[in-house]
């Protein structure tokens, strides 16, 4: 094949020069990543340590890893996975809990990543998913000041949205 022929079969993809040579970057996948025999991954333990683990027999022999989400393509994710679950906790000792009351207003932490804001509003009718509610919008605004706005917003916004 020449050239301008793989330019021209490729031309709707990203192509890359490296190392000499030119390359088909191939998209991200939708859905959760999973690794193939032969690759790392990490995982957290119950105290919220990260373990790197070879994906082998011994990842067969696991794989209830996989099955509740506790499968990381790089150490940072696992690390950020765990302030996710401490952010999580903090936010429930304040008052905070898991459950939704269908008689009483709830409360729960948003943002607005448009505008770069973390507030505490209504939950409406309907409960939302891995939420953590709060009786009112009070206990949920001192729970926002405790907890601290910039580790929220990358809980909710993702890591590089803090300020």
């Known amino acids: 094949m020449k050239l301008q022929e793989w330019i021209n079969e490729n031309k709707d ?59 990381f393509k790089t150490e940072e994710d696992a690390k950020f996975a765990v302030e996710r679950l401490k952010i999580r906790a903090e936010l429930l000792d304040l008052g905070g809990r898991d459950e939704f009351k269908p008689d009483q207003m709830n409360f729960y932490i948003c943002g607005d990543i448009s505008q770069n804001t973390i507030y505490s509003a209504i939950a409406g009718k309907n409960p939302c998913l891995n939420a953590v509610y709060f009786d009112d919008q009070e206990q949920g605004n001192k729970a926002i000041q405790a907890v601290g706005v910039d580790r929220l917003k990358k809980m909710l916004f993702g890591e590089n949205h803090a300020q």
């Not at 000499?20 to 991954?41: H, S, V």
């Open 13 to 71: 993809k990203e192509v890359v020069f490296e190392d000499g040579r030119l390359t088909i970057k191939e998209p991200e996948t939708q859905g959760r990543w999973k690794p193939e025999d032969g690759d790392d991954y990490f995982a957290l333990l119950g105290n919220g340590e990260v373990i790197k683990f070879h994906r082998t027999d011994h990842y067969r022999n696991h794989p209830d890893h996989f099955a509740i989400g506790n499968v």
